[in-house]
């Protein structure tokens, strides 16, 4: 059976009762980050430790919790080492259970293919609107009902992600994804100062940019641009950078093409996951 960590020890993962009346299950009171490891080791640790931080000290939940990374750091390799994993997705969650902070740690293997990463994927814009100005989706907390719901009406769509636009047409994000798009030689993405998620995988493409002097944007994108943009990518910790390969709206598809741009990016981002594993 599979084997989570919970509350200090690892466990089946059917072993854990929480409370009926628990916050997290019945309002999404949690915050969660979703970290890939790479030969066992967890990959910008550093950097879900800190947005773990940011949405705890944001006055969003109703309780505390110190982040200690060398206890999560362990946490995880006995968790791998129990599951007898050394790559994989590992979700870390940290809850109120009778008036106490709880940490729970799973783990799942890798499902991105190395056919994505070359030929891309399509994704589907949303018939959901979210208002670009507010500040809910700036916290990764347990609250994703849109975000789930967005991703579900996308693979009914026949699609591998779903856009989230805002009220005044504005693309945000993926559903689980950061978005990006190449025009004119530039890669620009939404800004942070909208109504989206902070992605860590976000952060490390937009340093690979600096790296190799590409100019970056980042600035509201309109929802007509995206069909004319010379390419078009997604990011998170788990699929890395992902291509676009079809765009798929309610009234058309269009095809694109995994640009030379999008390919330096993929190379640059496994590099740093190369020198990461170096140490």
């Known amino acids: ?31 969660f980050t979703t970290i890939r490891c790479y030969d066992s080791k967890p990959f910008q640790l550093d950097q879900h430790c800190r947005r773990l931080l940011v949405t705890l000290e944001s006055g969003m939940l109703p309780f505390q919790f110190e982040v200690r990374k060398t206890e999560i750091k362990n946490a995880i390799s006995q968790l791998l080492q129990a599951n007898k994993k050394t790559n994989a997705i590992v979700r870390l969650t940290i809850f109120s259970e009778k008036g106490r902070a709880v940490m729970m740690i799973s783990c799942r293997p890798v499902t991105v293919t190395e056919a994505q990463q070359c030929e891309g994927v399509s994704i589907f814009v949303s018939s959901l609107k979210r ?28 699609a591998y992600e779903g856009l989230i636009l805002s009220t005044e047409d504005d693309v945000l994000e993926g559903a689980y994804t950061n978005l990006f798009m190449i ?47 010379d390419e078009l990518f997604l990011t998170n910790c788990h699929i890395e950078i992902l291509p676009v390969c079809k765009l798929i709206t309610k009234g058309s598809t269009v095809y694109k093409t995994t640009g030379v741009l999008t390919q330096k990016l993929i190379g640059a981002y496994r590099d740093r996951v190369r020198e990461f594993l170096k140490r």
């Open 131 to 158: 208002d670009g100005e507010g500040q809910t989706a700036r916290y990764k907390t347990g609250s994703y009902l849109e975000n789930h719901f967005v991703r579900r009406e996308a693979e009914n769509a026949g």
């Open 183 to 229: 025009k004119d030689g530039a890669v620009v993405t939404p800004p942070l100062t909208k109504n989206l998620l902070p992605g860590i995988a976000r952060d490390l493409v937009l340093e690979c940019c600096n790296e190799k002097h590409f100019p970056v944007e980042q600035r509201p994108v309109k929802n007509d641009e995206l069909k004319n943009a």
């Open 1 to 31: 059976m599979t084997q989570i960590w919970f509350d200090g020890q690892i466990v089946d993962q059917a072993s854990p009762v929480i409370s009926a009346d628990n916050s997290a299950l019945q309002f999404g009171e949690s915050v």
